[in-house]
């Protein structure tokens, strides 16, 4: 997930060819558009790993356990 937010933003300051990234990297005191875009992409790759945890821990949390299985004792 963090490299497609990565790709997006990438191809969306290059394609525009604005200065609207720098001006929000100088805002948010990053003082470069690389490093907003480097933040962008790193909030991407945490809000990916969170959402595949979750998913993870939310199906092994509705998954059956069989009952008739033998244990060997």
Do not use: H
Not at 22 to 27: H, N, V
């Amino acid at each position: 997930m963090g490299i497609a937010w990565l790709g997006q933003s990438l191809y969306i300051s290059t394609v525009s060819g604005s200065n609207l990234p720098q001006k929000m990297g100088d805002l948010m005191g990053f003082g470069s558009d690389i490093v907003l875009l480097a933040v962008t992409a790193g909030l991407g790759f945490f809000l990916g790993a969170f959402s595949a945890l979750t998913g993870s821990l939310f199906r092994r949390l509705l998954k059956r356990k069989p009952d008739n299985i033998y244990k060997g004792y």
